[in-house]
C-alpha cells in the first residue's frame, strides 16, 4: 500500500469512515466504554480484515505497508467517531517500534499476529513520571543466564490490560534496551488505572522478575522509541484535527436550530464569534497533522519539527473546540447524555499521552535553533 | 466574449511566443519611473498585460491556465506587468462596470501605471457598516455634485482618481441607494488632509468632497446599483490584501536564516527563559499553521474544491501579528519603555504592537470577519439588521 495516490488514499479514508459510521456510532461508544476491555472485538476483527491494524506492517510481515499520510488519513476518522480500541497502541506505537528496532526473529515471530489483530501488542515506555523521556524510565533489566528478567515499573502504559505482549523500555547494563515481555508472565502484574477518558484504557505494570527478551537492534533503542513516538504523535495529530473537527460540526448545527429569545443562537455574534475562531483552530489542527504526516512519509530534514508543531498544536486545539462547545451548547452538554463531554476526556487524554503541548514547544524551539545552527 | 477571442493557441505556442517577447524586449530590472512606464507600455501594446481579457480590451481572451502560462514566463524572468487582470483593483472594476467611453480614455493609462488611484469608501460614520455612507451624489444636467467626507484614503494626494461610493437615492433601503464613481481628485471640490496614525506615521488621509464634479460618464454600473459594483471590487481587494503584513520598521540587521523572534531573543540574553521559549515557539508554530493552511487552500483550489481556507488567512494574520509584537515586547521587557533610531528593536516591537490594529481593524475588523466566516463559511444565520428594509432617510445615525 505504499505511498498511495490522493485518489487512493480517499477512497481507503471513506470504507475506513463507513466502518466506523456503522459500528463505532455514539451508541456504540458508550456501550463499549464501560466494558473492561475498552474495545469491541468483533470491530477490531473488522478494522483487522480492513487493513487498518497492520496499515504500517511491512507485507513481508502480513501487513498493508503504509505510511505515516495513512496513519495520519485513518486516524482523522477514528478521532470522528471516539473510537475505542487499541489501534494506537498495538497497530502503530508496538508495530512502530518492532520495525524501528528492526530485529528480524522478533518481527518474524510477532507482527503477522499483530497486523491480522489476533495478538495485541502496546509499549512500555516511561514510569511513573510520564514524560516519555529516557530519564524516565524505571525499568531495569538483569542477565539470568541467557535470559534476561525486569524490575521494576512502567506507567501510563496504554492497553496494557488487553495486551497480550508489551515492549517495555529498560535500563540494562550497556545502556537503555527494549525488551519483549509476555503480558501475563509470572512476575508481571497488570494494574489497570481509572481514566478520566473512559474511551480509553491505561495500566500501571510493575515488574518483578518478569522473564524478558531482548529486542536486537543496530541503533541506540531510544532512536527507535523516538521514530515510534514521532509516528505515534502523527496519529494522535490527526485523531485530534479529526475528533475537533467532528465537535466543530455538531455545534455549529446545534447553533443553528437551537432558538432563545426567537432566533438561532447561532445567529448572536457572540455564539457566531466563537465558532469562526473554532474553525480556524480546527482547519489548522488538519493543515499541521497533514503536514507532519507528509514531511515524515518523506524522510524529510525538517519532519521532526513538523511533528513537534503538530504534537503541540493539534493538542492545544482539540481542547480549545471541546471545551468551548460545551460552552456554546449550554446546559445541555453538562448533561452526561450528550456527547460534547466524551470529546472533551478525550482531547485531555490525547493531549498528555506521549508527551504535553508544553514539551513539545519546548523541542520545537529546539529543532528550529539546530536548523538554523 | 466569444467573438473577441482570438484564436486558440496551444500551450506550446503559447509559451514560446511568451518567451520571444521577453527576449527581444526584456532587458533586466527596472531602473527608475522612465523605464518602468515604458515597459508597461511595451506590455500593454503586445497584449501581455491582461492576457484573460478580451481582444477588443488589450487581452487575448485566454483560459486562466494558459494566463498562469504567461505569468510563469515573466515571473521567471523577473519581468513585471502581466497578470493584471487578476490584481489591477481599478483597471477590473472599471472594466466589469465602466462606461464605454470611461473604458476607452482610461483602461490604457491604468494598465501603463499611469493613473495614480485611491478609495473613497470609508467615512466618519460608515465604517465596518459601509453600507451606511451619507456622502450624496446629486444629478445636475450631465454631472454629479458630490458632499460628504471620507476617511483612510492612501494615496489621496496624488491621485487622478478615487472610486467613490456615494448616496443617489435616500428614499429606498441603505444597499439600493448607493452608486459607483470614478470621482476626479484633482478639483477644487476635493480637499484632501493627511491623517496622523498610532504610529506616529501618516499613510492615509481625510477627504473633503464640497460641490465636487463627476461627469456622468464616471458613474459604474446603473444609478443605485453601486453596492454590487462595490462587490466585485472589493473581492479583487481582498485576494490581493492578506498576502503579506509590513515587517519591523527599523530595518535593524536581522538573520536571513534565523526566525527572528529566536534572534532577537538571543541577542536580548533571553533564549534560555523557559517561559520566553513556550511563547516563541507559540507564535512561530502560528505562522507555521497560517503558511500550513494557506498552502492547503491553494492546492484544494487546484483540485477545483472551493475552500474554507481562503477566508481565514486574515483572521490567522491578525493574531499572529498581535502575538508577535507581544512576544517581541515580552523578550525586551524594560528595553521597550524606550523608542527612536537609538534603539531599534524598541522601535520595532512598539511599532508593532501599534501598527498590528492596521490588520485587525483595517479591511474589515475581526470581529465583521468573524460574521463572514460564521455566515458564509459555517452557513449560521445573520444577525437580524434593523435598517435594512427601511428608507435610509429613517436611519439613525451617530
Redesign the interface.
Known amino acids: 500500500m505504499n505511498s498511495l495516490t490522493a485518489e487512493e488514499l480517499l477512497t481507503f479514508q471513506h470504507s475506513t469512515a463507513r466502518l466506523l459510521a456503522d459500528r463505532s456510532t455514539e451508541v456504540d461508544v458508550r456501550r463499549t466504554m464501560e466494558t473492561p476491555s475498552g474495545y469491541d472485538a468483533v470491530l477490531w476483527k473488522a478494522m483487522a480484515d480492513l487493513g487498518l491494524v497492520g496499515l504500517i506492517i511491512d507485507p513481508a510481515y502480513g501487513g498493508a505497508g503504509a505510511g505515516p499520510v495513512e496513519v495520519e488519513a485513518v486516524f482523522e476518522e477514528a478521532g470522528a467517531a471516539l473510537l475505542c480500541s487499541p489501534l494506537l497502541s498495538s497497530g502503530v506505537l508496538a508495530a512502530g517500534l518492532l520495525q524501528a528496532l528492526g530485529d528480524e526473529a522478533a518481527n518474524l515471530r510477532l507482527l503477522p499476529a499483530i497486523a491480522n489483530g489476533s495478538l495485541i501488542a502496546t509499549a512500555a515506555l516511561t514510569g511513573p513520571r510520564g514524560s516519555w523521556t529516557p530519564g524516565a524510565v524505571a525499568v531495569r533489566a538483569r542477565a539470568d543466564g541467557d535470559a534476561c528478567r525486569l524490575d521494576g515499573r512502567a506507567s501510563f502504559v496504554t492497553h496494557a490490560q488487553v495486551a497480550d505482549v508489551l515492549l517495555v523500555a529498560a535500563k540494562a547494563a550497556d545502556g537503555l534496551a527494549v525488551f519483549e515481555v509476555e503480558a501475563r508472565a509470572a512476575g508481571v502484574a497488570v494494574t489497570p488505572l481509572p481514566t478520566f477518558d473512559h474511551t480509553l484504557r491505561i495500566a500501571e505494570v510493575a515488574f518483578d522478575g518478569a522473564p524478558a527478551r531482548r529486542i536486537s537492534t543496530s541503533r541506540p533503542a531510544w532512536d527507535a522509541v523516538e521514530e515510534a513516538l514521532s509516528l505515534a504523535r502523527v496519529a494522535l495529530a490527526g485523531e485530534q484535527a479529526g475528533g475537533g473537527r467532528r465537535v466543530l460540526e455538531f455545534t455549529?448545527d446545534y447553533?443553528?436550530t437551537r432558538l432563545q429569545f426567537g432566533?438561532?443562537i447561532?445567529?448572536?455574534?457572540a455564539?457566531?464569534?466563537m465558532?469562526?475562531?473554532l474553525?480556524?483552530e480546527s482547519?489548522?489542527a488538519?493543515?499541521?497533522a497533514?503536514?507532519a504526516a507528509a514531511q515524515l512519509a518523506a524522510s524529510a530534514s525538517d519532519a521532526k519539527a513538523a511533528v513537534e508543531?503538530a504534537a503541540?498544536?493539534c493538542a492545544d486545539a482539540f481542547v480549545k473546540i471541546c471545551a468551548d462547545a460545551i460552552q456554546m451548547h449550554g446546559g445541555i452538554a453538562f448533561t452526561w447524555n450528550h456527547p460534547a463531554h466524551l470529546y472533551l476526556r478525550r482531547a485531555r487524554s490525547d493531549a498528555q499521552l506521549f508527551g504535553a503541548a508544553?514539551f513539545h514547544?519546548?523541542r520545537?524551539?529546539c529543532e528550529?535553533?539546530a536548523a538554523?545552527g | 466574449m466569444a467573438d473577441d477571442a482570438a484564436a486558440p493557441v496551444t500551450d506550446d505556442g503559447l509559451r514560446e511566443e511568451v518567451r520571444a517577447f521577453l527576449d527581444n524586449q526584456w532587458t533586466g530590472p527596472l531602473q527608475d519611473e522612465a523605464e518602468r512606464k515604458a515597459w508597461f507600455a511595451k506590455v500593454v501594446e503586445a497584449r501581455w498585460a491582461v492576457p484573460r481579457w478580451p481582444t477588443i480590451w488589450m487581452g487575448r481572451g485566454l483560459s486562466d491556465a494558459q494566463a498562469r502560462i504567461v505569468e510563469r514566463e515573466f515571473a521567471t524572468a523577473g519581468a513585471p506587468g502581466t497578470g493584471q487582470d487578476r490584481t489591477n483593483l481599478w483597471a477590473n472594476t472599471l472594466l466589469a462596470g465602466g462606461t464605454q467611453a470611461l473604458k476607452e480614455r482610461l483602461l490604457p493609462p491604468l494598465l501603463r501605471g499611469e493613473v495614480g488611484m485611491c478609495l473613497l469608501y470609508s467615512e466618519p460614520s460608515a465604517g465596518s457598516d459601509l453600507a451606511g455612507i451619507r456622502t450624496r451624489a446629486d444629478r445636475q444636467s450631465d454631472h454629479f455634485i458630490v458632499n460628504g467626507q471620507k476617511v483612510w484614503t492612501s494615496y489621496a494626494a496624488t491621485a487622478d482618481y478615487g472610486m467613490l461610493i456615494a448616496r443617489t437615492d435616500w428614499d429606498v433601503p441603505k444597499h439600493r441607494g448607493i452608486s459607483f464613481f470614478f470621482l476626479p481628485m484633482k478639483q477644487p471640490g476635493v480637499e484632501v488632509r493627511p491623517l496622523r496614525q498610532i504610529t506616529n506615521e501618516s499613510q492615509f488621509n481625510e477627504v473633503f468632497l464640497t460641490d465636487a464634479i463627476c461627469p456622468e460618464e464616471n458613474l459604474l454600473g446603473e444609478l443605485g446599483q453601486g453596492w454590487g459594483v462595490l462587490q466585485t471590487a472589493l473581492a479583487y481587494e481582498r485576494s490581493v490584501m492578506g498576502e503579506g503584513a509590513r515587517g519591523p520598521r527599523s530595518g535593524a540587521a536581522e538573520s536571513k536564516n534565523e526566525e527572528p523572534l529566536i534572534a532577537l531573543a538571543r541577542e536580548a540574553g533571553a533564549l534560555s527563559d523557559p517561559l520566553i521559549r513556550q511563547e516563541i515557539s507559540k507564535v512561530i508554530g502560528l505562522k507555521k499553521l497560517n503558511a500550513l493552511n494557506t498552502a492547503r487552500a491553494k492546492a484544494e483550489m487546484k483540485q477545483g474544491t472551493s475552500s474554507a481556507l481562503m477566508s481565514l488567512g486574515k483572521l490567522a494574520m491578525s493574531r499572529i501579528l498581535h502575538e508577535e509584537a507581544r512576544v517581541r515586547t515580552m523578550i525586551l521587557g524594560a528595553g521597550s519603555l524606550l523608542e527612536g533610531p537609538d534603539f531599534p528593536r524598541a522601535e520595532d516591537a512598539n511599532f508593532l504592537t501599534l501598527n498590528a490594529y492596521f490588520t485587525s481593524i483595517g479591511g474589515g475588523t475581526d470581529q465583521i470577519q468573524r460574521n463572514i466566516i460564521g455566515e458564509r463559511v459555517l452557513g449560521l444565520p445573520k444577525e437580524p439588521e434593523v435598517d435594512r428594509d427601511i428608507p435610509f432617510r429613517d436611519v439613525r445615525s451617530g
Open positions: 455549529v447553533a443553528k432566533r438561532a447561532g445567529s448572536y455574534q455564539i457566531k464569534h465558532a469562526a475562531d474553525l480556524l482547519e489548522s488538519t493543515s499541521a497533514r503536514h508543531l503541540f498544536a508544553a514547544r519546548e520545537y524551539v528550529l535553533e538554523h
